[in-house]
């Protein structure tokens, strides 16, 4: 069933924009200067960024267990898509849209945003009348606004196998959250929008008329690319009053570049997403050089590849970045 939703993504930000109107960070202290927007340490972004010469032996060493830790935390990091079965990433140009914030923090997250995807090597759309697909929405009634969805635009929710995954992916349960809608793409060019969300009131299961995808490659690489069509995420304004603008745009453009299995689990490496799990030492005030690593893995891997080896793609970019 091929759904083309360019049209009704526009509807939406509309439909919701009026219920995102709560603020955040009050003081006016918790905000940079827009004109010195925060810079990505430049050895993050640099591939050339030099390093103390080592012995080639020592160098190989570090590099194989570098790979060996991330190949095991990208298994538990990154969360493969319910259609395709692969890691999801941007093939569309990115095209974010803030509602709910007064004018400057709006300007600061969505450059930030755009930022941060530019250095992990996604592409931004740059046209200023584009059509948002990552819809970033502020509101201190986040439980009402999911029914919303729910009820108008339930393709925004993602995809669920039964109706109590759909209950579960309707209902907030974190101050900032987000929903994935994702598309596959296959050898022949043909894009669907993965959607499974015609409910079945005999069983309860969620109906869906998953297409067939024409496969090519062999082991390592089978053609089918899976990317996000959508991603919204909406933070409780409420709950996240006072909180600093830069830690909180970097932990939304985690969100909007990638989906992550748990944001409730400490991550051992320092990272901005730990910003909102319980007990966690390791979280940082910005993007750290590990959540950059990892982003541009997911930027740079064979997306044709099948999931074991995106995860070594991603291990590989992370640990080179990170031995630097």
Not at 278 to 307: E, P, T, W
Request: charged share 20%; net charge neutral; glycine share 6%.
């Amino acid at each position: 069933m091929k759904m083309k939703l360019s049209a009704a993504a526009a509807v939406f930000t509309w439909t919701f924009s009026s219920l995102a109107i709560a603020q955040v960070g009050q003081s006016s202290g918790d905000l940079p200067r827009l004109n010195s927007l925060p810079p990505l340490p430049a050895a993050q972004l640099s591939p050339q960024a030099t390093v103390e010469a080592e012995p080639t032996e020592s160098v190989t060493v570090t590099a194989n267990k570098l790979r060996e830790i991330f190949h095991k935390f990208t298994n538990t990091f990154a969360a493969p898509t319910m259609f395709g079965g692969k890691i999801a990433r941007w093939e569309r140009s990115m095209c974010p849209l803030v509602l709910g914030q007064n004018p400057r923090f709006t300007a600061f997250i969505t450059q930030r945003v755009k930022y941060i995807a530019l250095a992990a090597g996604a592409r931004v759309n740059t046209e200023a009348s584009c059509t948002p697909n990552i819809e970033i929405i502020f509101t201190t009634t986040p439980q009402a606004l999911l029914d919303s969805v729910r009820q108008q635009h339930m393709v925004y929710l993602g995809s669920a196998k039964n109706f109590a995954e759909l209950e579960k992916l309707a209902t907030v349960i974190r101050p900032v959250q987000a929903w994935y809608t994702t598309e596959t793409m296959d050898c022949n060019g043909n894009r669907e929008v993965d959607s499974g969300v015609r409910v079945s009131s005999l069983t309860g299961n969620v109906m869906s008329d998953r297409p067939i995808f024409a496969h090519c490659g062999g082991r390592i690489a089978d053609g089918i690319v899976s990317g996000f069509f959508h991603v919204l995420i909406v933070i409780d304004s409420t709950k996240m009053a006072g909180q600093k603008i830069l830690p909180l745009s970097d932990y939304i453009s985690m969100l909007a570049l990638t989906q992550i299995k748990s944001l409730d689990a400490c991550q051992q490496q320092p990272s901005v997403v730990n910003m909102l799990a319980a007990d966690c030492d390791h979280a940082q005030d910005s993007l750290s050089k590990f959540d950059l690593a990892y982003l541009q893995g997911i930027y740079r891997m064979s997306v044709g590849n099948k999931l074991m080896f995106q995860r070594n793609d991603i291990a590989d970019t992370m640990a080179d970045a990170m031995d630097r």
